[in-house]
């Protein structure tokens, strides 16, 4: 269930316990049936590690400067595709829910956002934390400075690619119904 004054799913530690329960019973039951599952897991892995750097980068660039901060600004959460990404590339999901919280001034942001920037690593953020790039950003990366947006692109579009498959096969394979 939703928070209903966020819309973030699973925020209660009982949900996340029980989202927790429902992987590793499916990783048990189909174990071999999975690979498919963890190499598209990996692939979009190795693709999130292509574009760390540049993205770290970019962000350094851009953010320190920023009067609109997006993780400030924005409601982030896991969803379900990042679920299954995360807890098939790392064997586990995160210890919880991405959630809003307050700063002592009273301003809302993400529980992972501090002074310097994201506490998650590339790999381990929701997708939307690396193919959103706020105006700036996108100015930046059309004039080439330090991201090729057609490498960026292309990326982009191969992870979503992979994410889109491989829910898909989770969800077949977790219904008993293998492809």
Same mark, same amino acid.
């Given at each position: 269930?939703?928070?209903?004054?966020?819309?973030? #799913?699973?925020?209660?530690?009982?949900?996340?316990?029980? /989202?927790? &329960?429902?992987?590793?019973?499916?990783?048990?039951?189909?174990?071999? %049936?999975?690979?498919?599952?963890?190499?598209? %897991?990996? %692939?979009?892995?190795?693709?999130?590690?292509?574009?760390?750097? #540049?993205?770290? $980068? &970019?962000?350094?660039?851009?953010?320190?400067? +920023? =009067?609109?901060?997006?993780?400030?600004?924005?409601?982030?959460? *896991?969803?379900?595709?990042? /679920?299954?990404?995360? *807890?098939? %590339?790392?064997?586990? /999901?995160?210890?919880?829910?991405?959630?809003?919280?307050?700063?002592?001034?009273?301003?809302?942001? !993400?529980?992972?956002?501090?002074?310097?920037?994201?506490?998650?690593? =590339?790999?381990?953020?929701?997708?939307?934390?690396?193919? *959103?790039? !706020?105006? $700036?950003?996108?100015? =930046?990366?059309?004039?080439?400075?330090?991201?090729?947006?057609?490498?960026?692109?292309?990326?982009?579009?191969?992870?979503?690619?992979?994410?889109?498959?491989?829910?898909?096969?989770? +969800?077949?394979?977790?219904?008993?119904?293998?492809?």
């Amino acid at each position: 269930m939703a928070d209903p004054a966020t819309g973030i #799913p699973w925020q209660g530690a009982k949900e996340w316990q029980s /989202l927790t &329960l429902f992987f590793d019973t499916i990783k048990k039951v189909h174990t071999t %049936a999975l690979d498919p599952v963890h190499r598209h %897991a990996g %692939a979009i892995r190795q693709l999130f590690e292509s574009l760390s750097r #540049p993205m770290d $980068d &970019l962000c350094a660039a851009t953010c320190v400067t +920023c =009067r609109d901060i997006c993780c400030q600004r924005a409601t982030i959460w *896991y969803d379900f595709k990042d /679920l299954v990404y995360l *807890y098939f %590339a790392f064997d586990r /999901l995160p210890e919880t829910q991405i959630t809003k919280i307050k700063d002592a001034t009273g301003k809302t942001h !993400c529980s992972h956002f501090s002074t310097v920037g994201c506490r998650l690593s =590339r790999l381990e953020r929701p997708f939307v934390c690396t193919w *959103y790039l !706020c105006p $700036d950003q996108k100015l =930046r990366v059309v004039s080439d400075k330090g991201i090729n947006s057609e490498v960026f692109s292309d990326t982009i579009n191969q992870i979503k690619r992979l994410r889109s498959e491989m829910v898909s096969r989770f +969800c077949l394979i977790s219904a008993g119904k293998q492809d």
